[in-house]
């Protein structure tokens, strides 16, 4: 969990700066903006590293 977490944390500013690179874009049938496609990717990301810093406070609560 903290392993994911700290990857998750590593990819946030490439995923940022890609998900604002693709509000230019719009889907073919519907017109969303991409950002709104892809948002849910940054949502997963930003959970992973919440659930990392979570399971890492509890290792070291643990170990104290």
Request: hydrophobic fraction near 65%.
């Amino acid at each position: 969990d903290v392993l994911l977490g700290g990857l998750a944390f590593q990819a946030l500013p490439a995923s940022w700066d890609y998900l604002l690179f693709m509000q230019r874009e719009a889907t073919a049938v519907m017109g969303l903006p991409m950002f709104w496609v892809f948002l849910p990717l940054l949502v997963l990301l930003v959970m992973l590293v919440l659930r990392g810093a979570w399971r890492m406070v509890q290792l070291v609560k643990a170990n104290l």
